[in-house]
Structures are given as structure tokens and as C-alpha cells.
């Protein structure tokens, strides 16, 4: 725990290097003001050690920096946006019914 994991930009992809040709990722767009997160992923061995939180930190502070809006499409996003950080559940984009 407690380790300090490098977040590498690729395209539309944060990827964190974990070992040789061993990757942590999450996916996104970004389509007019909203970020869409269709994956997040850990191998299953570095699971449980903050790491897709610190992808998530990375998109957070993104999508701050722009001012846009997040679509958490992947159940790991919702559950980070909604329940564990509800303070972030304000980014989440709501559609006006």
C-alpha cells in the first residue's frame, strides 16, 4: 500500500506499468464537455493496492482541468464516483429527464 504509482498518458488511455509488459489502464473519450470511462483494468495479482484509484485520481483531476463532466460507463468509475468518493459525484453528468 501506499506506493506511488507513475500514471503514463497514452492516446486515450492512463496506463500504470506494474511489471514487464504488465499494465493497469483505464480507458476513456471525451466528446464535446463530457469524459466517458468505459474501462478501468488491474491484473488480478496487484488488485487490492490503490491502483485503479490512482487512475481515477489522474481522470478526476482532468477532467477538473478542463472543466468537463464525467460518464462513468465501467462499474469500477460509478462505484469510485458514487460511493467511495461522494464528494466527486458532482463531476458525474446527470441527465435531465
Not at 60 to 77: E, F, M, R, T, W
Not at 83 to 89: F, I, R, T, V
Amino acid at each position: 500500500m501506499g506506493e506511488e504509482y507513475e500514471v503514463l498518458e497514452r492516446g486515450n488511455r492512463l496506463l500504470i506499468r506494474l511489471a514487464p509488459g504488465r499494465f493497469a489502464f483505464l480507458e476513456y473519450r471525451v466528446e464535446g464537455n463530457l469524459m466517458y470511462i468505459d474501462k478501468t483494468y488491474t491484473p488480478p495479482e496487484f488488485r487490492g493496492r490503490g491502483i485503479a484509484g490512482r487512475l481515477m485520481k489522474v481522470a478526476v483531476k482532468k477532467v477538473l482541468d478542463q472543466g468537463l463532466k464525467i460518464v462513468p460507463n465501467c462499474s469500477y468509475a460509478k462505484h469510485y464516483l458514487l460511493e467511495k468518493h461522494p464528494e466527486y459525484s458532482d463531476l458525474v453528468f446527470k441527465k435531465s429527464k
